[in-house]
């Protein structure tokens, strides 16, 4: 079946490092990748989404190409901010019979000092 | 638009006891969905609705039920909470279109089962 590995957190970083957090899947057909965040208390939202082979998704700074090569879809940003303490979830849908259902990665946690 | 809400937002329950989770959409979303998550295990789907009159199994639906009422609500009912249930539950929600696939999650639902 579908799956979505991360990379074991937590991670921890200080402010204006570079961060990559890792994610790699396995489908079958061509999945839409996505990163979600999920800020303490909150629900989940969206940060950034692919639909296709070497799609870029960027948003707030953050960035992942989907690279079907290596089955890969790793979180990169130049500067993190304590701000963007949080949860991120990597999350694949593969479509077909699945239409509309998401397959999340363990989550990774993020704290950023100052 | 509040989007996708949930309540209650915590509840604390004995062995045995039953309740209902209640979700509402005022997104016209077609597809609503219920998710537990634990900790180092991301989010799981226990049901879906890919429409309205439709519900169907996700991975986890063992001691769980759901109702779609109408469009906009999807409920989530426990009849007898076990201790192994005790997670956070989110609900979401998903629309149409090239967007069919990029879910809206409500604030999530504090449950703890003693």
């Known amino acids: 079946g579908d799956s979505v590995t991360q990379m074991e957190g937590p991670v921890t970083l200080s402010e204006e490092a570079f961060l990559t957090i890792n994610c790699t899947y396995t489908?079958?057909?061509?999945?839409?990748l996505f990163w979600y965040v999920q800020y303490p208390g909150e629900g989940l939202q969206l940060l950034l989404k692919?639909?296709?082979?070497?799609d870029k998704g960027s948003n707030k700074g953050f960035e992942a190409t989907y690279r079907k090569e290596t089955t890969s879809f790793h979180l990169e940003k130049g500067s993190v901010q304590v701000s963007d303490s949080a949860v991120y979830f990597c999350?694949?849908?593969?479509?077909?019979?699945?239409?509309?259902?998401?397959?999340f990665g363990q989550g990774t946690i993020l704290t950023v000092h100052p | 638009n509040a989007g996708v809400t949930q309540t209650p937002k915590f509840q604390v329950l004995k062995t045995g006891q039953s309740m209902t989770l209640q979700c509402a959409q005022d997104?016209?979303?077609?597809?609503m969905y219920w998710y537990r998550q634990d900790p180092g295990m991301g989010l799981r789907l226990i049901y879906y609705?890919?429409?309205?009159?439709?519900?169907d199994k996700g991975e986890v639906p063992n001691g769980y039920n759901v109702s779609r009422l109408n469009k906009r609500e999807f409920s989530l009912r426990l009849e007898s909470a076990a201790p192994s249930q005790t997670s956070v539950y989110f609900c979401?929600?998903?629309?149409?279109?090239?967007?069919?696939?990029?879910?809206?999650f409500g604030p999530g639902t504090r449950l703890t089962v003693l």
């Open positions: 489908a079958t057909g061509y999945p839409s």
């Open positions: 979401a929600s998903s629309g149409q279109g090239s967007s069919y696939n990029e879910q809206f």
């Open positions: 999350a694949l849908s593969a479509g077909g019979t699945s239409y509309g259902k998401l397959t």
């Open positions: 997104m016209n979303h077609n597809s």
């Open positions: 692919a639909t296709k082979a070497d």
């Open positions: 609705s890919a429409s309205e009159g439709t519900t």
